[in-house]
């Protein structure tokens, strides 16, 4: 069986951010033949054109490592009934410069969570339409929103409940199935 890496957005900066409870879930419940490694979001500078010509850093290790995986997985809060600002920064910089956008054909899933009853369903749409731009292959079916509660979600990673661990599991094993059919047709290179 494949291995594939897949590199991961944790949408918020908290320290105490709930989506990264959630993104350690994932990872616990995920299915054999996916690694992972965090994509930082939290050190870039603020997106402009006048750095196409010179990337900072902190965006060179940002392209680098979304480069170098199979996948991309977005675990992201819902602000405003959109995505963070820190989020859609990270992904101007992956889609830059022009005709070196990171994310063309990149398969990708989007989930999130929320304190609030919509689970991120808003912030998730957003989301959605801009990686459909940036020419992503999404994965469409299954969506999760999820409503986060602290009973069910523990900070390691253990899901208390077992209709929701079963949910979030089939979750990861589709988006192993979708890497495998996108790489089957678009071989990253
Ligand atoms: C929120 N929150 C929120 N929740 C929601 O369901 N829809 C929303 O539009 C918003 N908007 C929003 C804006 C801002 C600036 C903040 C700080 C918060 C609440 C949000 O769901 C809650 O703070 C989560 O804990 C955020 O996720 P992290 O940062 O803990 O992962």
Known sequence: MATYKVGYFVGSLSSTSINRVLSRALIQLAPA??????????????????????YPEEAAALKAAIADSDAVLFVTPEYNRSIPG???????????????NSF?????AVIGASIGQIGTA??????????SFCNARQMTAPEAY?????????????VADEETAAFLRAYMEEFRVHIERVLTVIPRS
């Open 33 to 54: 033949g996916l690694e992972f490694h965090e994509l930082p979001i939290g050190n870039l500078p603020l997106y402009s054109p006048d750095y196409d010509a010179s």
């Open 86 to 100: 820190a989020l859609k920064n990270a992904i101007d910089w992956a889609s830059r410069p022009w005709g070196q």
């Open 146 to 158: 999820i409503h986060f509660k602290p009973e069910v979600f523990g900070e390691s990673g253990e």
């Open 122 to 131: 808003v912030a998730q749409q957003s989301l959605r339409g801009v990686l």
């Open 104 to 108: 063309d054909h990149m398969p990708a």
